[in-house]
């Protein structure tokens, strides 16, 4: 079992930046690969970005390529979104995941999920 936190969120104007830090405990981290999905309210959960159990692979939607970047910390634990050039749409609720299997883009490739964090984009 993986427990996942994530924090870091707030509101920000139109073009700032934000970091999501997302901490990890329990089993091996480093076994895992970590998506980060967004859910804007009355959306589905939508992916952001993923990366594989090293953090050598990564991918990013189409909608956030060249503006947010995922990194990730197995000696501590912890997963990033680096997130610029903020956008209103980018305004939801963000979550962490970890898959114990599988490099993928769905929520149902993800076994375990954080609790989600807040980010609002003011224009």
């Known amino acids: 079992q993986v427990q996942l936190v994530e924090s870091g969120g707030g509101v920000v104007q139109a073009g700032g930046s934000l970091r999501l830090p997302c901490a990890a405990s329990g089993r091996t981290f480093s076994n895992y690969c970590v998506g980060w999905f967004r859910q804007a309210p009355g959306k589905e959960r939508e992916f952001v970005a993923r990366?594989?159990?090293?953090?050598?692979?990564?991918g990013y939607a189409d909608p956030v390529q060249g503006r947010f970047t995922i990194s990730r910390d197995n000696a501590n634990n912890t997963v990033y979104l680096q997130m610029n050039s903020l956008k209103p749409e980018d305004t939801a609720v963000y979550y962490c995941?970890?898959?114990?299997?599988?490099?993928?883009?769905?929520?149902?490739?993800?076994?375990?999920w954080g609790q989600g964090t807040q980010v609002t984009v003011s224009s």
């Open positions: 995941a970890a898959a114990a299997s599988r490099y993928g883009s769905n929520p149902d490739d993800y076994d375990h």
């Open positions: 990366s594989s159990w090293s953090g050598g692979r990564t």
